[in-house]
């Protein structure tokens, strides 16, 4: 399990038992090294992910601290959920809000869509193309600036946090089909900077259907 699957877990584990809720402070990053086994680095990167998320919010000099989103019920939702049943949400989900992205997204939105699509042409690793993956992905949904959409996405990218979606992509992984997602993802960025709904939605739903059918062998 990855440092950032462990860091999931510990807060679903949290949230479940009672003893983690909205605005609660998560360890230190000193502590979680040691509760984890895992370097500082790692940890740094995993609360990076989660932040990015909606997840946690970070405060200098004050720490860590658990928001609305991670509650348990979002994480209960996700705890059963398959790999196919992700994508069949994904599915319904995403296409239409790249469309509605490329409506309303300011140039700031545009621009942190970008830097993410950059980012993640640059990952040379599983693990860092993975993480500028789910923050594109994210990104394009914050550009909607709908925050109820925003937390049923927050709960879609819940269950994608779960180990079965992690160890399945990473067996499905090489690095031609990450090159290949990320001319994908090129082709989705370029459609919500022409302000173009069709081809946001027809893009974004032929790139999730080339996942399906890689991670599930399915259409």
Known sequence: ???????RTLLSEGTRDGTLGPGAKLPT??????QLSAPRSAIRRALETLEHEGL?????GRGTFLTETAQQPAATAADD??????????LLVEPPVAALASRVATQADLDRITRCLDRGGEADDFASFETWDARLHRAIAE?????????????????RGLPVWGSLKRRTSTPERR???HTEHTAIVEALR???????HNTMRSHLNNVANNLLGQR
């Open 81 to 90: 959920t398959s790999p196919a049943e992700i994508m069949q949400v994904r």
């Open 29 to 34: 990053e000193r502590a979680l090294v040691e």
């Open 1 to 7: 399990m990855s440092v950032e699957q462990s860091l």
């Open 143 to 159: 550009a909607t600036h709908n925050s109820l959409l925003m937390t049923m996405f927050d709960v879609m990218n819940t269950a």
């Open 56 to 60: 946690v919010v970070r405060h200098v």
């Open 179 to 181: 090159r290949c997602y």
């Open 194 to 200: 022409d302000r173009d709904p069709d081809t946001a």
